[in-house]
């Protein structure tokens, strides 16, 4: 079963889908994205741009093969810098939340 061209198929958002597909997937799949099975509610769930690169490639390989290995480095780049940057929010909000409460009147009183 081939699938048209995806610029055919999103003719007037094409652009706009794909800028909401990378930047966020979870809300632009909510509304975009069609009946899912449960096993797509989970990759939606914890794994949102693995989810865009496996739908775009199982869609749109023979037609836009170009646009699929964008969507694999999309998925590969945002899951990363995801988990990178939750683990560097934790890890500061644990060292302040370890500092003591410093006072105003403590620089003035310096």
């Known amino acids: 079963m081939t699938h048209a061209d995806f610029f055919a198929a999103h003719a007037e958002w094409g652009w706009l889908l794909l800028f909401g597909l990378a930047c966020f997937p979870r809300i632009t799949l909510l509304f975009v994205g069609g009946a ?3 096993l797509a509610w ?3 769930l914890f794994c949102p741009h ?3 690169a496996i739908l775009a490639t199982t ?10 290995v964008a969507a694999w ?3 590969l780049a945002g899951t990363g810098s ?3 940057l939750a683990h560097h929010g934790a890890r500061r909000r644990r060292r302040r939340r370890d500092e003591p409460a410093r006072r ?3 620089d003035i009183i310096v």
């Open 50 to 52: 693995l989810l865009v």
């Open 82 to 84: 995801e988990g990178r």
């Open 59 to 68: 869609h749109y390989w023979d037609t836009n093969p170009v646009l699929c």
């Open 36 to 38: 899912f099975g449960p």
């Open 104 to 106: 105003p009147i403590d």
């Open 73 to 75: 480095f999309c998925a």
């Open 42 to 44: 989970l990759g939606w």
